[in-house]
């Protein structure tokens, strides 16, 4: 497995891989509708274009044998008083999970956080993706708030912020 930069190039990569995990990833946690309407908000390739240029995400692909099968993405930003690195995507194709994937990815972007100055790394799950909980609880992650966060339309995400030191 290697793990590359995507780049404005991979927007339609990143759009056709989350149209491939969300819908199975949240099946059983929020309603279609809901599902549909995240995924024209946050990963239309016009969304991940704004989330690339103007919030400054670093995109990257996870591929196994040349065969893209996973993304992530982070930022930095800075708090008080330290760096703190925002893990806002980490997803791989339900078929490739428990597979080490997901780890080699999530192990990748803290090395990068690591070399852009991070203290810590932080991310939003939902409070019912029992799954992902116990991907990062794994990964010496904690929970140090509960969010609800109004993304319009009527629907919430119900998340748990979790943060790691590093």
Same mark, same amino acid.
């Given at each position: 497995m290697q793990v590359r930069r995507a780049g404005l190039d991979d927007i339609l990569l990143v759009h056709q891989l989350a149209h491939q995990i969300w819908p199975q990833a949240y099946a059983s946690i929020l309603c279609p509708q809901q599902i549909n309407y995240?995924? !024209?908000q946050? *990963?239309?390739?016009? !969304? $991940?274009?704004h989330q690339i240029q103007n919030l400054q995400h670093q995109f990257y692909i996870i591929l196994l *044998?040349?065969?893209p099968i996973g993304f992530a993405s982070f930022s930095m930003q800075n708090q008080l008083n330290h760096k703190l690195a925002k893990l806002h995507k980490l997803y791989v194709l339900p078929q490739q999970q428990h597979k080490g994937a997901g780890r080699l990815l999530l192990n990748f972007i803290i090395e990068e956080a690591k070399k852009s100055g991070a203290g810590f790394i932080e991310l939003n799950v939902n409070r019912h993706n029992q799954s992902a909980l116990n991907f990062y609880f794994k990964?010496?992650? $904690?929970?140090?708030?509960?969010?609800? $966060?109004d993304i319009g339309s009527g629907y919430f995400m119900n998340d748990y912020v979790m943060q790691k030191k590093l």
């Open positions: 995240m995924l !024209a946050m *990963y239309s390739q016009p !969304a $991940i274009e *044998y040349g065969n990964n010496d992650f $904690i929970t140090i708030k509960e969010e609800d $966060i």
